[in-house]
């Protein structure tokens, strides 16, 4: 985030709706009149209230901005919302200001700014990071959020993506307010952080027709799963296999013998539900054997 277009790109802006909420002075809302002196263009009104929606953020949540600008995002969350948050900004005039208001606006203890390296933040605890920061530096960042965040954690970026980690979801909104760039739309991009897979696991069936042990070798690049079921001296491919923040979907076997596996993950412990041919439902357990390494598959590249 170093450098006036880096900046640019990180700033952030309220959303109408939230300035009709503030009082005015001198005909001027408060947050309007309390930024106005920052040089930098402003992101839309749509795309703040864009991303949050998206995000599904709510007051339960911790959320980590990383280039807060003028700490909107984080502001807008807290006064909208009841979420915490932390804003993370390399300019010091810019936190200065975030604080300045958010204080002002009476949510200093729900939404704090610092000054720091986004490369240096903590983000382990956050439910949702929210970015709009330059390709090159989403990728750099992307091992850091593939390895230290919880899965299901949740990441919005404006604009700009993450490479091969495609996302769980895009929405484009029309932006005729927007100063950057010559397309009047900005696309936001949302990725659940997936639990991390690869690796052997062990599980024990309790099919109707008796137990049956399994061995999974999965392999996994960021939502594709993949890898092999060895059971009775049998090798099964892993077919259609997804995974969706802490939740997992796979089958194998085929005809009257398939098994569609569901569940629900942290790194060293699978629990859920499977299906057979039949309809049949059955409860499974699997552990971790093996240590799969941080990340995932993908984040090697």
């Given at each position: 985030?170093?450098?006036?277009?880096?900046?640019?790109?990180?700033?952030?802006?309220?959303?109408?709706?939230?300035?009709?909420?503030?009082?005015?002075?001198?005909?001027?809302?408060?947050?309007?009149?309390?930024?106005?002196?920052?040089?930098y263009v402003?992101?839309?009104?749509?795309?703040?209230?864009?991303?949050?929606?998206?995000?599904?953020?709510?007051?339960?949540?911790?959320?980590?901005?990383?280039?807060?600008?003028?700490?909107?995002?984080?502001?807008?969350?807290?006064?909208?919302?009841?979420?915490?948050?932390?804003?993370?900004?390399?300019?010091?005039?810019?936190?200065?200001?975030?604080?300045?208001?958010?204080?002002?606006?009476?949510?200093?203890?729900?939404?704090?700014?610092?000054?720091?390296?986004?490369?240096?933040?903590?983000?382990?605890?956050?439910?949702?990071?929210?970015?709009?920061?330059?390709?090159?530096?989403?990728?750099?960042?992307?091992?850091?959020?593939?390895?230290?965040?919880?899965?299901?954690?949740?990441?919005?970026?404006?604009?700009?993506?993450?490479?091969?980690?495609?996302?769980?979801?895009?929405?484009?909104?029309?932006?005729?307010?927007?100063k950057i760039?010559?397309?009047?739309?900005?696309?936001?991009?949302l990725w659940?952080?997936?639990?991390?897979?690869?690796?052997?696991?062990?599980?024990?069936?309790?099919?109707?027709?008796?137990?049956?042990?399994?061995?999974?070798?999965?392999?996994?690049?960021?939502?594709?799963?993949?890898?092999?079921?060895?059971?009775?001296?049998?090798?099964?491919?892993?077919?259609?296999?997804?995974?969706?923040?802490?939740?997992?979907?796979?089958?194998?076997?085929?005809?009257?013998?398939?098994?569609?596996?569901?569940?629900?993950?942290?790194?060293?412990?699978?629990?859920?539900?499977?299906?057979?041919?039949?309809?049949?439902?059955?409860?499974?357990?699997?552990?971790?054997?093996?240590?799969?390494?941080?990340?995932?598959?993908?984040?090697?590249?």
């Amino acid at each position: 985030m170093h450098g006036f277009f880096c900046r640019l790109l990180t700033s952030r802006a309220a959303p109408a709706a939230l300035l009709a909420l503030l009082l005015c002075a001198g005909g001027k809302p408060l947050l309007a009149q309390a930024l106005e002196e920052v040089p930098y263009v402003q992101t839309p009104d749509r795309v703040v209230e864009g991303m949050l929606d998206l995000a599904g953020v709510r007051s339960g949540d911790y959320l980590v901005d990383l280039g807060s600008g003028d700490g909107r995002i984080v502001i807008t969350a807290a006064l909208k919302r009841g979420t915490r948050g932390l804003g993370v900004e390399i300019d010091p005039r810019l936190v200065e200001k975030s604080r300045a208001v958010a204080k002002q606006l009476g949510v200093e203890a729900r939404a704090g700014f610092v000054v720091q390296d986004l490369f240096e933040t903590d983000i382990r605890s956050a439910d949702v990071l929210t970015m709009y920061l330059l390709p090159d530096v989403n990728l750099a960042l992307r091992p850091r959020i593939l390895a230290h965040m919880k899965p299901g954690a949740r990441i919005v970026s404006h604009d700009w993506d993450m490479g091969d980690w495609k996302p769980d979801m895009s929405v484009t909104l029309d932006v005729p307010e927007k100063k950057i760039g010559l397309k009047k739309t900005s696309t936001l991009h949302l990725w659940l952080v997936p639990a991390r897979l690869a690796g052997g696991w062990r599980t024990r069936v309790p099919l109707a027709k008796g137990p049956m042990e399994v061995e999974l070798e999965l392999e996994q690049n960021f939502q594709e799963l993949g890898g092999r079921a060895k059971s009775g001296g049998r090798v099964f491919p892993i077919e259609r296999g997804f995974v969706h923040g802490e939740l997992l979907f796979f089958r194998f076997g085929s005809g009257e013998d398939a098994l569609l596996f569901k569940g629900r993950a942290t790194n060293e412990r699978i629990v859920g539900r499977i299906t057979d041919a039949q309809g049949h439902e059955y409860p499974w357990r699997a552990l971790r054997q093996k240590a799969a390494g941080r990340g995932t598959e993908g984040d090697k590249k």
